[in-house]
């Protein structure tokens, strides 16, 4: 089975500014910005909470849920492999409720293509390589940015819809990333994606483009 190789590069926003996510940690836990202990003469910090609270209760004895913490994530600029592991964990947090936005569209599948696919993310995002996939894990994870996302009955009546009024659909894509789903889409294409893959994912989002020839006339 051939591999697909999707470019170590910035994911950039709509506006063209780089997206950021929270750094990770060896165990892929969100890195926090250094939160200072509170103990009298003490020196310590730490960016992970768990440890913090540890520490604050074993070496001081505070109970932390009397302490004020302003907490805040040590962000960095996102590249591809670092944009799946979210994409993954996002999808997984929204599909384990009966409410979930996510949960109608699980499928069988699903869970064997993302250990799979998040192996090789984490591998991408810790030695900052090129995210490649085989090409099943590859069409799966295409596949998944651009499953259809039902409207709640809420959301079709803020949005002044009536019960069998139809709408455009919107995408996972969509859901987690907005104005920016099509520049996440297109940096997740892997190199050699045929001209075809490109122009039905700018048809999708109902961007016009002209044909290779006419660009180069």
């Given amino acids: 089975m051939s591999w697909r190789a999707i470019p170590h590069v910035q994911v950039l926003n709509f506006t063209g500014q780089p997206m950021r996510l929270p750094k990770l940690d060896e165990n892929a ?7 200072h202990c509170p103990g009298t003469d003490c020196e310590e910090s730490f960016t992970n909470l768990e440890q913090f609270q540890n520490h604050v209760a074993s070496a001081h004895d505070i109970e932390t849920a009397k302490i004020d913490l302003t907490l805040r994530y040590e962000m960095e600029i ?44 984490w591998l991408s995002y810790r030695k900052g390589l090129p995210l490649r996939l085989k090409e099943e894990q590859y069409r799966w994870l295409k596949g998944l940015l651009l499953r259809a ?43 050699g994606d045929s001209d075809r893959d ?4 700018e048809e999708s989002y109902g961007i016009e483009v002209l044909a290779a020839q006419e660009v180069s006339a």
Avoid at 96 to 103: D, E, L, M, V
Avoid at 162 to 185: F, I, N
Avoid at 198 to 201: D, M, S, T
């Fill in 29 to 35: 836990e969100e890195v926090y910005q250094p939160i």
């Fill in 78 to 121: 996102a590249y591809p492999g670092r944009l799946v592991l979210s994409l993954l964990r996002t999808f997984n947090n929204l599909s384990q409720s009966a409410q979930g936005a996510f949960t109608s569209l699980r499928k069988t599948n699903d869970a064997y293509q993302a250990t799979l696919v998040w192996a090789r993310a």
């Fill in 149 to 191: 996302v039902p409207f709640t009955k809420a959301e079709r009546e803020q949005m002044g819809l009536g019960a069998d009024e139809k709408t455009d659909p919107r995408t996972v894509a969509d859901y987690l990333y907005s104005m920016s789903a099509y520049s996440v889409c297109q940096v997740l294409m892997a190199e």
């Fill in 198 to 201: 490109a122009l039905e994912l």
